[in-house]
């Protein structure tokens, strides 16, 4: 697994400006980065999704609210609702491919009738896998975005692979919100 992170240099920075001794300007170049994205944030948002959409076939398969459970899930990952432009390409998609709204991307996990949303987090899944290939963070810590390969496991034990890239910022009370959200199935010649 092959990780790529652009993170502020601040130690060099902090290094140059405390060997000319002008610690007010590190103390505003800190300032700057808290509550900066991380890599360790960014896996932990992939993680916490991964387990929603395992939730949400759960609730499904137990005859439960799932629908409540992938509004929730959404709200929680999702900027929909933040006046925030989303960029979502889902997996299963062709005749409605972005889903630039919370009700389409709604749809796409529950399904709809008369659509071909067929509720992909209600399938469903026992887990997912994730394997970055690399994740960039932006030069102030406000947007990361990561790419790489995640494995949906079926209830027979499969994995099915997808790729996918995501792109995260902030909100207000600190959280990652997706911002992009893009996955296909890889490319087959056959």
């Known amino acids: 697994m092959k990780k790529v992170f652009m993170v502020p240099a601040l130690g060099a920075v902090a290094l140059t400006l405390a060997a000319c001794g002008e610690t007010g300007a590190t103390d505003d170049a800190m300032a700057s980065t808290e509550g900066a994205i991380t890599a360790a944030e960014v896996e932990a948002a992939q993680q916490a999704w ?3 959409i395992v939730a949400i076939g759960q609730v499904f398969t137990e005859e439960g609210d799932y629908s409540a459970r992938a509004t929730e899930h959404i709200n929680t990952h999702y900027a929909y609702g933040d006046d925030q432009t989303i960029l979502f390409k889902p997996t299963l998609a062709a005749e409605d491919q972005f889903r630039e709204s919370f009700d389409e991307a709604l749809s796409y996990f529950v399904g709809t009738e008369g659509t071909e949303d067929g509720g992909f987090a209600i ?3 026992t887990a997912v896998r994730w394997e970055n290939n690399g994740t960039i963070i932006d030069e102030d810590g406000d947007m990361a975005m990561a790419m790489g ?3 949906f496991t079926g ?6 692979k997808v790729e996918y890239t995501f ?4 909100d207000d009370a600190g ?3 997706i911002v992009l959200h893009h996955s296909s199935l890889p490319y087959s010649a056959n």
């Open 149 to 151: 390969n995640y494995y």
């Open 155 to 160: 209830t027979d034990g499969a994995e099915t």
């Open 50 to 52: 991964g387990e929603g």
């Open 167 to 170: 792109g995260y910022e902030k």
């Open 123 to 125: 399938a469903p899944y």
């Open 175 to 177: 959280d990652l919100k």
